[in-house]
């Protein structure tokens, strides 16, 4: 085996492009949806009646992007939008019934896909890795000024 790479954030790149292809494939023959659509059914199950601002932050896309990805899901019936009780602009989301079995569907996989990247990595390695990643995505210092 070669030796590591220690461009980090070109090996995380790598490595998350890979992983995505990988996950994307299993999410769509197992529920029919990408991960990034999963990743927003989940945010929605997480925080029914969440806006579509909260969405974004916590998704880490532009607003504009969580609008789009929110159009799909509403056209495909995963999530309902309803008008926000205090705010005349804003929406709020919630899961539909099929929104709630797609995620059910997708669970299964899900955790296979843990399951794998667990016995490559090792547990102890699984778990140091959930954890920096974890630190990773939410260090505020990291966070762009835009």
Do not use: K
């Not at 974004?56 to 495909?76: D, H, M, N, P």
């Not at 399951?115 to 920096?132: D, I, K, M, N, S």
């Amino acid at each position: 085996m070669a030796e590591p790479d220690e461009r980090l954030y070109f090996s995380l790149q790598r490595a998350a492009h890979r992983l995505r292809l990988a996950a994307d494939r299993r999410c769509r023959a197992a529920a029919g949806v990408t991960t990034a659509q999963l990743g927003a059914l989940f945010a929605v199950h997480d925080e029914p009646d969440i806006t579509q601002q909260r969405l974004a932050r916590i998704l880490g896309l532009r607003e504009s992007a969580v609008t789009a990805l929110v159009t799909r899901l509403v056209a495909a019936d995963l999530v309902t939008r309803r008008p926000h009780p205090r705010e005349h602009r804003a929406v709020t989301l919630r899961l539909s019934d099929h929104g709630a079995a797609t995620l059910r569907a997708a669970q299964p996989e899900i955790d296979r896909f843990n399951a794998e990247l667990r016995a490559l990595l090792g547990e102890p390695a699984f778990r140091q890795t959930a954890t920096a990643l974890h630190r990773l995505a939410h260090d505020e210092t990291l966070t762009p000024t835009d």
